[in-house]
């Protein structure tokens, strides 16, 4: 039986030309070029971050459901200086907390007022619209879209959406389509192996908070 040589692999794996390729393979070199200028992402929470169940129990809103896979991407995206914001319609606390603890650069809940409140984003993040990609999923965000560099789009979304859109992802929102869209702008930016790099580094790893919710209260607050 062979063994193999663990410490004879390379870290990162491929280099960032190999991943840039993989971008372009995947959307081609307009929308490689276009996705390797972003500095900030912008989602809607429900049908984004989320798959868009609103779950209830006699009290309100009871549940949300957030997939580990964009938890890591986002936290990708952080160590390599991705700003990342949420904005969405409704006030949910289960949203808050997961983008406080995922360390959000901006947090925007219960704003239908959506081109207002991005431009109040852009002034937080000191990022410019032209250099922002903006991900949702029903019409409400189409105002905002007109406003970013990039638009993005979930499979379920409107045809008015997904016709606008620059890109619509594979995956479903809340089970991975953040983490496609957050995996293709660092590697249409040569930046997925600093990610990865930066990932393996102990100082750099993520906290118990951002990969789960089981952390005490105090971490995200």
């Known amino acids: 039986m062979n063994e193999t040589n663990h410490d004879s692999r390379p870290w990162p794996?491929?280099?960032?030309?190999?991943?840039?390729q993989e971008a372009v393979v995947l959307v081609g070199d307009?929308?490689?070029?276009?996705l390797a200028k972003v500095r900030l992402m912008?989602?809607?929470?429900?049908g984004v971050l989320t798959p868009g169940n609103l779950i209830y129990s006699v009290e309100g809103?009871?549940?949300?459901?957030?997939?580990s896979h964009d938890g890591l991407g986002l936290v990708m995206g952080r160590l390599v200086g991705i700003k990342r914001a949420v904005l969405t319609g409704r006030n949910s606390g289960i949203v808050q907390r997961r983008c406080r603890e995922l360390r959000f650069d901006s947090i925007k809940l219960g704003r239908f007022d959506k081109v207002d409140a991005l431009r109040e984003i852009l002034a937080e993040t000191g990022c410019r619209a032209a250099d922002?990609?903006?991900?949702?999923?029903?019409?409400?965000?189409?105002?905002a879209m007109y406003e970013v560099g990039c638009a993005v789009a979930v499979p379920s979304a409107p045809n008015e959406i997904r016709e606008y859109c620059h890109y619509v992802t594979s995956c479903e929102?809340?089970?991975?389509?953040?983490?496609?869209?957050?995996d293709l702008v660092l590697k249409s930016a040569g930046l997925y192996g600093q990610a990865l790099d930066l990932l393996g580094k102990k100082e750099e790893q993520p906290t118990r908070a951002e990969l789960s919710s089981d952390a005490e209260e105090e971490t995200w607050q």
Request: glycine fraction near 8%.
């Open 173 to 182: 929102g809340g089970h991975g389509a953040v983490r496609e869209v957050v």
């Open 13 to 20: 794996p491929r280099t960032d030309e190999d991943y840039r």
């Open 61 to 67: 809103e009871a549940l949300k459901e957030f997939h």
């Open 42 to 46: 912008v989602f809607d929470a429900d």
């Open 132 to 143: 922002t990609l903006y991900m949702g999923d029903d019409l409400i965000d189409l105002p």
């Open 30 to 34: 307009k929308l490689a070029d276009l």
